[in-house]
């Protein structure tokens, strides 16, 4: 038993940080380090820059430009990039590389991958209907083959950035006669195609990230079929078994903690700080002491997969507890405006230019982030899921 | 960076797993826990035989110079099953005291005796006005002639009435000091009781117990650093116990709710239970994870390791109170017998939460420790 990383490991994440210390641009970093979404164009100027470092992708095999890095310098890279504020890679790098690399084919592969490496192409995910959210197996989007194409008819909802994106990866039904699970393809789908439409949900913080893309009679080429017909939900678990780790979002966490006490001290109450109040300073040390128990859970289950053991319910602890402990920071910060927590500036980036200049700067992103963390215990299977999936591992009943 | 065990260490827990196998988990441990010792004497002896006594004490005193890590894979298997002996007021608390501060001579004199297991100890630190503060100590030993006089009260001293000696802690006119004493001296009084977890404890009240200057423990007035140390490495102890006790509590919980029908369903299938038992299980997982990175760094002597101690009793603490009691609630009236083990889990982790201070004074302390920014 060791708690220290190999000096190979370390000077690798001084390599890391002296990178995100040089090569991050500043206005992102800023964005990031209050919550706020970073834009399409910010998003593509960094990674051009990753590119050009050729780290775009680290969670891909080298010979798809992706990196050699070990499992450990992964955990590591990602917990550097996360502590300096850089933007979190997309969906075209984390899911549907992975899927086409381990499913697609070689005329996928030698188009699709490099594009997403250059940020040529910018994903969207089409999974969630209105009728299959937790039940994402009940999808009812229809694909119908019309000759050398699908025909898709349907509905999507939650869609992130769909209205930023040219391609969408998008599960469809082909076979509805057969058991839910059997009957789904997985489909790469340009979103120029005519017959479909993109409406805008604008969420809990006003902005506009998520959502409704319609499908009427859009023309999909069969050979943008990623596998086989009506294996499609297994490439989408693929995803899920492999996808361990950086669900937990410490180094994230941690930022907040700093933000959260450094506002604490600083802000004034009454005669004193607002650190002063026991009750406050209770609640910011419970969370960080789960903070640090979480950072040390997913170290030992690294650490586990280090040896070669299977993949249980290690994912969806990390993501409850996570999400929780992120829920319950971004809380406090609100609690920790006071009455500042009262006045609601959208954010510029995604609605019109509305910053407003009253309250400390520090106010700025704060509620929006709050609002937006809503949905950290919802999305990606939301908690209630998760134990379920931890219930049916365990308990088995 | 790795949280799995060497061979060596694996072959440390599957020793232990094999004792509580064959000595608790087939055995009537209730006769044991109303027994006058409290534990049995011919399993302290098989300690010493498979070298246990001996794990965290220096090579030269006949020890195996063992960590806190190889402390926390014994404490959590012995935790599992309920393991009575007093290891840790023995060889934890006052061995550790003894190993740290004691002169040259009291160190050949204690440790080889406790690690034949000729010789127990308990540790009286805490008085009925202290809370969990090591540093309050109202019992005074005042200078007589070449000794001490020692007047006062120590409350809760767990293996009170079988210990052979006792470590004290009391205030000279240099600062609060360990002794050594015998059982039955002149003046020192025992009042007797069995704890809520099934074992003996004292309160001990002193009176004009007169000891010569051999009984000081370490430097006069130097106690206190001595013993947040080891009470470090105490806390270390049964933080790992806990850790034993909950993923056994888990197990039988998980056994249960599996088998027990109602509504002619086992009621492992109900969703209100699954998810409570799942809540058990990350806390108990978020615990093991805090008790094997504080051995390790208690191993490491890491700068910051005081603030990771109170990180971790906290986090240890919440688990098993949440652990304890969810145990019990998804038994249901089973959960509430003497008979059925469940209950005696329960007792022992909330007891956990209390010994070396309760999360409130964790918290506290760790408060003190954290700068704000």
Redesign the interface.
């Known amino acids: 038993?060791?708690?220290?990383?190999?000096s190979k490991?370390l000077i690798f994440q001084q390599e890391l940080q002296a990178f995100l210390a040089e090569c991050l641009p500043d206005d992102i970093r800023e964005r990031c380090a209050r919550g706020l979404i970073v834009g399409n164009e910010d998003l593509i100027r960094w990674q051009r820059i990753l590119y050009d470092r050729g780290w775009m992708a680290p969670n891909w095999p080298v010979e798809y430009g992706g990196t050699d890095w070990t499992l450990?310098q992964k955990y590591i890279a990602a917990r550097e990039f996360a502590a300096a504020c850089a933007p979190l890679p997309t969906f075209g790098i984390t899911m549907l590389g992975p899927v086409l690399i381990a499913f697609g084919s070689a005329e996928q592969k030698a188009f699709y991958l490099p594009r997403i490496l250059k940020s040529e192409d910018v994903w969207c995910q089409g999974y969630s209907e209105p009728g299959a959210g937790s039940d994402l197996a009940n999808l009812k989007t229809r694909a119908v083959r019309a000759g050398d194409d699908y025909l898709v008819n349907g509905q999507k909802i939650w869609t992130s950035y769909a209205h930023w994106a040219d391609r969408m990866f998008c599960l469809v039904r082909t076979d509805p006669a057969a058991k839910p699970q059997k009957g789904i393809s997985f489909l790469l789908i340009d979103m120029d195609t005519p017959g479909i439409e993109i409406k805008p949900i604008i969420g809990l913080d006003m902005g506009h990230t998520l959502n409704e893309v319609f499908l009427s009679d859009v023309r999909v080429p069969v050979k943008n079929r990623v596998g086989e017909e009506n294996e499609g939900w297994t490439y989408a678990k693929y995803l899920l078994q492999k996808e361990r780790s950086f669900v937990a979002r410490v180094a994230q966490s941690r930022h907040l903690v700093?933000r959260l006490?450094?506002i604490?001290?600083e802000q004034k109450m009454g005669a004193g700080y607002l650190?002063g109040s026991a009750e406050f300073?209770?609640r910011v040390?419970?969370l960080?002491?789960?903070l640090?128990?979480?950072e040390?859970?997913e170290?030992?289950y690294?650490?586990?997969e280090?040896?070669g053991e299977p993949v249980g319910p290690e994912p969806s602890?990390l993501k409850?507890?996570g999400s929780e402990i992120q829920q319950g920071l971004k809380q406090l910060l609100v609690e920790s405006l006071g009455m500042y927590g009262v006045p609601y500036e959208n954010d510029s980036m995604t609605v019109s230019d509305s910053y407003m200049e009253v309250g400390p700067d520090h106010r700025h992103g704060i509620v929006a982030e709050h609002l937006y963390g809503r949905g950290a215990t919802i999305f990606g299977g939301s908690n209630?899921i998760q134990?379920?999936i931890?219930?049916r591992m365990?308990?088995?009943? | 960076m790795d949280f799995n065990l060497t061979e060596e260490q694996s072959m440390l827990r599957d020793s232990v797993e094999r004792f509580v196998a064959d000595h608790y988990q087939n055995t009537d441990r209730a006769a044991l826990v109303y027994s006058d010792l409290g534990y049995s004497a011919e399993h302290w002896r098989l300690f010493a035989e498979m070298g246990w006594l001996a794990l965290p004490f220096a090579e030269q005193h006949g020890g195996f110079g063992g960590t806190p890590v190889d402390t926390a894979i014994l404490m959590e298997t012995l935790g599992r099953g309920l393991v009575l002996e007093p290891y840790l007021s023995t060889v934890v608390l006052a061995g550790g005291l003894v190993a740290l501060a004691g002169s040259e001579v009291q160190q050949a004199d204690i440790i080889p005796q406790i690690i034949a297991g000729d010789l127990t100890l308990a540790l009286a630190y805490l008085e009925p006005a202290s809370g969990f503060d090591p540093s309050h100590v109202a019992t005074t030993a005042r200078s007589d002639g070449d000794g001490f006089l020692l007047n006062g009260y120590k409350c809760v001293v767990y293996q009170g009435p079988s210990a052979d000696r006792f470590i004290l802690s009391a205030r000279t006119e240099k600062g609060v000091s360990l002794f050594v004493l015998e059982q039955g001296l002149p003046g020192l009084c025992r009042k007797d009781f069995k704890t809520l977890d099934g074992q003996w404890a004292s309160d001990l009240s002193l009176e004009d117990v007169s000891v010569g200057p051999e009984a000081l423990l370490g430097g006069e007035g130097l106690a206190l650093p001595a013993l947040e140390q080891v009470l470090g490495r105490a806390v270390s102890a049964v933080c790992a116990e806990a850790v034993g006790s909950m993923a056994a509590a888990n197990e039988i919980t998980r056994d249960y709710i599996r088998v027990r029908e109602q509504f002619g369903v086992a009621i492992g299938s109900f969703q209100a239970l699954q998810h409570r038992w799942v809540d058990m299980h990350i806390e108990a997982e978020l615990a093991k994870s805090m008790s094997d990175a504080l051995a390790m760094r208690l191993r490491d002597g890491d700068e910051d390791v005081p603030a990771m101690v109170h990180a971790t009793k906290v986090t240890v603490g919440r688990a098993a109170q949440i652990v304890g009691q969810g145990a019990v609630q998804l038994h249901g009236g089973i959960g509430m017998t003497d008979d059925y083990a469940i209950g005696h889990y329960y007792k022992r982790l909330s007891i956990i939460d209390l010994l070396f201070g309760n999360q409130d004074y964790h918290a506290t302390r760790y408060e003190a420790l954290e700068p704000a920014q």
């Open positions: 038993m060791n708690l220290a990383f190999g490991d450990t700093q006490k450094r604490a001290s650190f300073r209770r040390s419970r960080e002491i789960d640090q128990a979480l040390y859970t170290l030992r690294l650490s586990k280090l040896q602890i409850i507890r209630e134990r379920n931890i219930s365990l308990l088995g009943t």
